[in-house]
């Protein structure tokens, strides 16, 4: 199993351009997130999924889209970088919470987004 | 809402000793709480959680934590610190609040072991 498997691990892109980070995991889990980590924030969440077709937003989902067409990916897509969005990110899957059940979440190796 | 504190951005122990890294949180209704560790360059690894049961966990890598309700708080704790323990670490909690589990991260510290 590869895990969760993020693409790509650097990106730099100018003001205003748009892009996809790419999320896939190969562990049929439900649930899956993305975070961006920023140095003194900690890990804060865009937006999540709980299962295909299914989205919902997060602690800071400004100027972020998802989508979640299939179990397996969950691309992040940037409508219009703004330097603001200069951070690491980082995508999660988990098993869903079923029966008392809390699953931990599984990281892939985040992507370093700079904007100029 | 759920959040969670950790209040040291920095915990400095030298090998050999123990160590202890702080996290409090808060939910409504009953808190989940999880340890995970982050290597340079690297996502984060889960190191072990609370769900119910005994107060004492324990987890990867001789790391263990105490859930204490009634003072909201979730310390991971290790016997005797390594210097390969160095890493950040972040707890998390998660709850019914909102239909989901999602977890709320807290800010991280920053665990150094020295020689």
């Known amino acids: 199993n590869a895990g969760v498997t993020q693409t790509p691990k650097f990106q730099v892109l100018k003001t205003g351009q748009s892009m996809t980070l790419q999320c896939a995991q190969d562990m049929n889990h439900e649930y899956m997130s993305w975070y961006r980590q920023d140095p003194g924030m900690g890990l804060r969440l865009i937006h999540y999924?709980?299962?295909?077709?299914?989205?919902d937003q997060g602690e800071v989902p400004n100027g972020y889209n998802v989508s979640r067409s299939t179990t397996e990916d969950f691309p992040l897509r940037l409508l219009s970088a703004a330097p603001s969005q200069t951070s690491v990110y980082f995508c999660?899957?988990?098993?869903?919470?079923?029966?008392?059940?809390?699953?931990?979440?599984?990281f892939g190796q985040g992507t370093r987004l700079t904007v100029v | 809402a759920q959040s969670v504190a950790q209040p040291e951005d920095q915990v400095k122990v030298a090998e050999g000793n123990p160590l202890t890294v702080k996290c409090t949180y808060s939910?409504?209704?009953?808190?989940?709480l999880f340890w995970y560790v982050q290597y340079p360059n690297r996502g984060l690894q889960f190191l072990l959680k609370y769900i119910t049961g005994d107060n004492l966990v324990k987890g990867s890598y001789g790391f263990e934590a105490e859930f204490n309700k009634s003072q909201t708080s979730f310390h991971l704790k290790k016997p005797s610190a390594l210097v390969s323990d160095s890493a950040l670490y972040f707890c998390a909690v998660s709850s019914e609040s909102g239909g989901s589990y999602i977890p709320t991260f807290g800010r991280g510290t920053s665990l150094i072991v020295h020689p």
């Open positions: 939910v409504s209704g009953n808190p989940y």
């Open positions: 999660a899957s988990s098993l869903e919470t079923y029966r008392g059940t809390h699953p931990e979440a599984f």
């Open positions: 999924s709980v299962g295909a077709g299914i989205t």
